[in-house]
């Protein structure tokens, strides 16, 4: 494969950075691409592009956003291939995963904003004042203005246009800093934007890190009107306190610790594939991922060896390899990371069920962050993978004997998210 360089997009041209770093290929090592790190000059030529831009898309009619928007799903599909190949080198995913997930929803986003947009209602209500007489009031949906987009690199087109989809369509404009692991289809996107004729500036991209970097440049811009960002908590922590800086408003999808409640009188192949499913898709690197699993007494044993077969049957590869069932980590690092949470789990004398280490691999591979999907039981609530987010193909299972405890163990985390229930008797 060849060595791309991936610059960013500033009102609507490609410009190099200060400075480049390297990709790799999370799968064998390899340099994927030289990406431009954006200076802080660039990024406030990139929100001062953004600012240029808002007014004429703001007063667009809807129709002619709209029309640019299911243009822009269009320009995703005809390019599906170039996307496809960008986010695999990224990421290294499975192939079957990124063309039924990434890419199709990375493109649906924009119609589905496009469609959103055109139905969402002026309110008007009819209040009675103090004094008897009647007010009517209404609210107006307007612009915001200038969007800061922070992204992660886990579903990094799809998280990505679930964000510039409905800021574009509700007339605002943005700047993306994508995950400096996942920088590729937020370039493309860029060529695909100015394919369309989406006019210069509605859509910038800022290529680098986070603090001291183009992410903090950013989110600390005063010129930016509010900030969308999907990440880790702790991020989540420094951005607001960014924000706090002229009072700008925040939207948040961050970390989660999700539990999985299994009950005895659950379809019980529907429940592991389920289960199997949550904790181990995309390397277990889904914010809604399930990584504290409960199972009712009577079924545990039982539930327990048919995960244990699953995550076995969960073979690691590359992303074309039909045999592949997940892809490798993002990188070294966040390898580093999962596996001294294996480490600990072995520490706190968990009973590990299966896993717990790095598969071998063929000789090409071996540079690749690869993981073994694992499998533990034994350990307490306290213990630090039953508590903290790993982000890997992981989970801790216990038993539980009653409904309420059930829910209190399922609550009892400092995240937020989701939790799924796996029962015969909703
Ligand atoms: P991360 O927080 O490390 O990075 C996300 C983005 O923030 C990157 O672009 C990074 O460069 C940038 N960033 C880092 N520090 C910054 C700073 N100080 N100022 C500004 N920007 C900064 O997250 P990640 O490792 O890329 O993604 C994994 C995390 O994302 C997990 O915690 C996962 O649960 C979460 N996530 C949540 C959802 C959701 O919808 N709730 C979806 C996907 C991922």
């Not at 937020?186 to 210069?200: C, D, R």
């Not at 989540?236 to 005895?264: C, D, Y």
Request: charged share 20%; hydrophobic share 45%; net charge negative.
């Amino acid at each position: 494969m060849s060595v791309k360089t991936l610059r960013n997009f500033i009102g609507g041209r490609f410009e190099d950075g200060i400075r480049t770093f390297d990709k790799l290929n999370p799968a064998n090592g390899e340099l994927v691409a030289r990406v431009h790190e954006a200076s802080r000059d660039q990024v406030n030529a990139a929100v001062a592009a953004a600012r240029q831009a808002l007014p004429a898309w703001a007063a667009l009619p809807v129709n002619q956003r709209t029309d640019y928007l299911v243009a822009l799903a269009d320009g995703i599909e005809r390019r599906f291939d170039d996307f496809l190949a960008a986010e695999i080198g990224d990421t290294g995913k499975p192939v079957g995963w990124a063309n039924q997930i990434d890419i199709p929803r990375g493109a649906a986003n924009f119609k589905i904003f496009a469609d959103v947009i055109k139905n969402v209602p002026t309110e008007a209500f009819e209040m009675a004042t103090p004094d008897g007489a009647a007010a009517l009031n209404y609210a107006v949906r307007k612009p915001r203005g200038v969007i800061a987009v922070v992204c992660p690199w886990n579903l990094p087109l799809l998280l990505m246009t679930w964000k510039v989809g409905p800021a574009l369509a509700c007339g605002n404009t943005v700047v993306v800093k994508p995950s400096e692991e996942t920088p590729a289809t937020a370039t493309l996107l860029g060529e695909v934007m100015n394919a369309v004729g989406v006019p210069k500036g509605v859509y910038n991209v800022v290529h680098g890190l986070g603090p001291d970097s183009a992410g903090e440049f950013l989110t600390t811009h005063r010129g930016v009107d509010a900030i969308t960002f999907t990440g880790e908590t702790r991020t989540g922590e420094a951005i607001m306190a960014a924000a706090s800086k002229g009072v700008r408003p925040v939207s948040f999808e961050l970390g989660g610790k999700n539990a999985g409640i299994v009950f005895a009188d659950a379809d019980f192949d529907a429940a592991v594939d389920g289960i199997a499913r949550a904790a181990f898709v995309n390397c277990g690197q889904v914010c809604l991922g399930t990584e504290r699993v409960y199972v009712e007494r009577p079924i545990f044993d039982r539930f327990v060896a048919a995960l244990k077969q699953k995550a076995e049957a969960t073979k690691p590869g590359l992303p074309d390899d039909r045999a592949t069932g997940i892809g490798p980590l993002i990188s070294k690092e966040h390898q580093q990371k999962v596996l001294s949470y294996y480490a600990k789990a072995k520490a706190d004398g968990a009973t590990i069920v299966t896993g717990g280490g790095v598969p071998k691999m063929p000789a090409a591979l071996q540079e690749g962050s690869w993981i073994e999907p694992t499998i533990w039981t034994g350990l307490p609530e306290t213990a630090a993978v039953v508590r903290e987010e790993i982000f890997g193909p992981c989970c801790h299972i216990a038993p539980f004997d009653s409904e309420d405890e059930a829910v209190a163990l399922a609550n009892d985390t400092p995240y937020g998210l989701c939790t799924t229930v796996w029962t015969g008797n909703l």
